[in-house]
T-cell receptor, first 114, second 109 residues
Framework: ETGVTQSPTHLIKTRGQQVTLRCSSQ?????VSWYQQALGQGPQFIFQ???????GRGNFPPRFSGLQFPNYSSELNVNALELDDSALYLC?????????????FGPGTRLTVL | TQLLEQSPQFLSIQEGENLTVYCNSS?????LQWYRQEPGEGPVLLVT?????EVKKLKRLTFQFGDARKDSSLHITAAQTGDTGLYLC?????????FGAGTTVTVRA
């Protein structure tokens, strides 16, 4: 059984560009959550997808969008990148979207915006 | 803005010493979780506490949940260098986790 994987590991972009980050869920998990972790901070919830539908969203602007595919892998897209978007982006998969379902985190993608 | 406040922000101790990390919330969550995160990795769940006054022990780690379910603590006995890492508490609310800023623990050999 493979755990949660994310790609790429590191990414450097410039302001105004667009970026797509990818996440493969743990086997059997149908829910993916995305978090942004700025340096020296805890992760902040961006949104969650359950069976290809957005299940909830945190306090992030619409230029942060996502997709979940039939195999339950997921993408996070960020448009019009800003310097403050520099962070570690984590995805976490779980069996379901309930509060009692444990979230398993991937290693993250480190995004640097110059 | 973090709903959960963790203290201290940094902690450096000698191997064999004890340490306690605190997590205080302005809100009541359905449960509270503690994670450890190492450099280059995602957070790994250590424990979930649900009931006010609950105490859970995992080997040398003891977790307490306050009676009002708004504060929690993590106590490590006889710390080892392998305990080094970022310790995060997170409030569980429906589908999302709300994390504190974390406590960076360094255990020196």
């Amino acid at each position: 059984e493979t755990g949660v994987t994310q790609s790429p590991t590191h990414l450097i972009k410039t302001r105004g560009q667009q970026v797509t980050l990818r996440c493969s869920s743990q086997s059997g998990h149908n829910t993916v959550s995305w978090y942004q972790q700025a340096l020296g901070q805890g992760p902040q919830f961006i949104f969650q997808y359950y069976r290809e539908e957005e299940n909830g969203r945190g306090n992030f602007p619409p230029r942060f969008s996502g997709l979940q595919f039939p195999n339950y892998s997921s993408e996070l897209n960020v448009n019009a990148l800003e310097l403050d978007d520099s962070a570690l982006y984590l995805c976490a998969s779980s069996l379901g979207g309930a509060s009692t379902d444990t979230q398993y985190f991937g290693p993250g993608t480190r995004l640097t915006v110059l | 803005t973090q709903l959960l406040e963790q203290s201290p922000q940094f902690l450096s101790i000698q191997e064999g010493e004890n340490l306690t990390v605190y997590c205080n919330s302005s809100s009541v969550f359905s449960s509270l979780q503690w994670y450890r995160q190492e450099p280059g990795e995602g957070p790994v769940l250590l424990v979930t506490v649900v009931t006010g006054g609950e105490v859970k022990k995992l080997k040398r780690l003891t977790f307490q949940f306050g009676d009002a379910r708004k504060d929690s603590s993590l106590h490590i006995t006889a710390a080892q260098t392998g305990d080094t890492g970022l310790y995060l508490c997170a409030g569980v609310d429906d589908y999302k986790l709300s994390f504190g800023a974390g406590t960076t623990v360094t255990v020196r050999a």
